[in-house]
């Protein structure tokens, strides 16, 4: 390898952020210049030993800046900047959910993702998947006795299981939109009576609790079917507050 292609990297120093941050770092050094179009990158083994982190975590991050459009590969040759690195990447912001519709258009996405993915992690899951799941499942049932919203518990259950794949593709898709995958400020719970709220957070439990169940039993068929029941009964009720403030 060229120093020249080699100098980026070379006074990079071990640290342990670099894990979670290699992607962001690489994008950053694209989009200042210090990495040029039609550069090549170095090669696996020396992102390796400069940044300290594993052969995984380095394809992982290349993975991430092809899918972005930043970088091409070669057979034979290794990994390019792209010529135009423009980033392609795609993202579900706040903004986009200031409808009810958008809103259900986001439930349909998520049931062709997490329809798979639950099947997936009730064959898949291990003890420790088993253990964060109800760890999560617990903390949307405290939020949820306790009067509040529990969007960002309800996300980090679903997250839990997209993770217990064991494709860690899924997990990032999630991370892609972040906890607005979970509109909140479409509940509506402060225009709820207390016998009605009481209702919906049993609701929220029995939906919830039965995916977790079985996955944990490891019946493919019945989490599949749990995970689109529940995001089914949820399009049916932004449905339903779509017709009333029609």
């Not at 992690?121 to 003890?127: C, D, E, K, S, W």
């Not at 494709?167 to 225009?191: C, E, H, S």
């Amino acid at each position: 390898m060229a120093d020249k292609d080699n100098a980026v990297f070379n006074t990079i120093q071990q640290a342990p952020n670099l894990r979670s941050n290699l992607a962001d770092m690489l994008t950053a050094q694209i989009e200042s210049g210090d990495l040029k179009p039609g550069q090549r990158l170095p090669t696996e083994q020396a992102i390796m030993t400069a940044t300290g982190v594993s052969r995984t975590i380095v394809r992982e991050a290349l993975a991430a800046l092809r899918a972005k459009g930043l970088i091409t590969t070669r057979q034979g040759l290794g990994a390019f900047v792209s010529n135009d690195p423009t980033p392609r990447s795609f993202s579900i912001i706040p903004n986009d959910l200031q409808s009810i519709d958008e809103v259900l258009r986001v439930l349909e996405l998520r049931m062709g993702v997490e329809y798979e993915a639950a099947g997936l992690a009730a064959l898949r899951r291990t003890q420790e998947d088993i253990d964060r799941m109800q760890d999560r499942l617990d903390d949307l049932d405290k939020a949820l006795e306790e009067g509040g919203y529990g969007a960002q518990e309800d996300y980090a259950f679903h997250r839990s299981i997209l993770v217990a794949t064991q494709n860690y593709y899924y997990g990032r898709l999630f991370d892609t939109f972040g906890n607005i995958m979970v509109p909140r400020q479409w509940a509506r719970l402060d225009k709820m009576t207390s016998a009605e709220r009481k209702r919906h957070a049993a609701r929220m439990r029995r939906e919830h609790h039965a995916i977790f169940a079985a996955i944990r039993d490891r019946d493919e068929p019945a989490a599949r079917r749990a995970i689109r029941s529940h995001l089914s009964k949820s399009a049916a009720r932004f449905e339903e507050l779509r017709d009333a403030t029609a």
